[in-house]
T-cell receptor, first 114, second 114 residues
Framework: DSGVTQTPKHLITATGQRVTLRCSPRSGDLSVYWYQQSLDQGLQFLIQYYNGEERAKGNILERFSAQQFPDLHSELNLSSLELGDSALYFC?????????????FGPGTRLTVL | AQSVTQPDIHITVSEGASLELRCNYSYGATPYLFWYVQSPGQGLQLLLKYFSGDTLVQGIKGFEAEFKRSQSSFNLRKPSVHWSDAAEYFCAVGANNAGNMLTFGGGTRLMVKP
């Protein structure tokens, strides 16, 4: 158990819908990262938040957005869903103070768009 | 931009045999290198990491990896594979810049023959 929690574990929805994925980082970790794992794209970095502020953006679609709240939990919002958005979405967290710190991954949320 | 290549998509070894999974990276500065393992339906577990210092790093579950700067490689090894090692293995490079996101290789799926 990494200490990072993600809910829900599974999500099944229809095209055009909107969903919210939730992540709680390890206690004391300030950074939250979102990654997408799909069969055709592999594991891709989406976005990072550090202490409530967006720090880095990767291959995140405009239909997707995220935020980090004052208690440091984060939510990833996916809207106007398409079949191709079906994937495993991972959240990771790290301390990110000073030098590089390793990331700890949650169990993921499996999204299926029908 | 950094990139990671795992040349072997699938590898099959017999139980008790030795294992080497290849990883090549591209990064302009000293890289932060990681190996993660993903069992079916599970999240990502960190096996080992290289930040600096000794180029041979030991990890969990009897794994080790060697950083070779001249070859831009960070190969994962295990002297004797167990059936429970069957999983997908990901090599990743971390960037030490404003965002510490990970860039992953495509993964190597390891199958273990009895």
């Amino acid at each position: 158990d990494s200490g990072v929690t993600q809910t829900p574990k599974h999500l099944i929805t229809a095209t055009g819908q909107r969903v919210t994925l939730r992540c709680s980082p390890r206690s004391g970790d300030l950074s939250v990262y979102w990654y997408q794992q799909s069969l055709d794209q592999g594991l891709q970095f989406l976005i990072q938040y550090y202490n409530g502020e967006e720090r880095a953006k990767g291959n995140i679609l405009e239909r997707f957005s995220a935020q980090q709240f004052p208690d440091l939990h984060s939510e990833l919002n996916l809207s106007s869903l398409e079949l191709g958005d079906s994937a495993l979405y991972f959240c990771a967290s790290s301390v990110d103070r000073g030098t590089y710190n390793e990331q700890f991954f949650g169990p993921g949320t499996r999204l299926t768009v029908l | 931009a950094q990139s990671v290549t795992q040349p072997d998509i699938h590898i099959t070894v017999s139980e008790g045999a030795s294992l080497e999974l290849r990883c090549n990276y591209s990064y302009g500065a000293t890289p932060y290198l990681f190996w993660y393992v993903q069992s079916p339906g599970q999240g990502l577990q960190l096996l080992l990491k290289y930040f600096s210092g000794d180029t041979l790093v030991q990890g969990i579950k009897g794994f080790e990896a060697e950083f070779k700067r001249s070859q831009s490689s960070f190969n994962l090894r295990k002297p004797s594979v167990h059936w429970s090692d069957a999983a997908e293995y990901f090599c990743a490079v971390g960037a030490n810049n404003a965002g510490n996101m990970l860039t992953f290789g495509g993964g190597t799926r390891l199958m273990v023959k009895p």
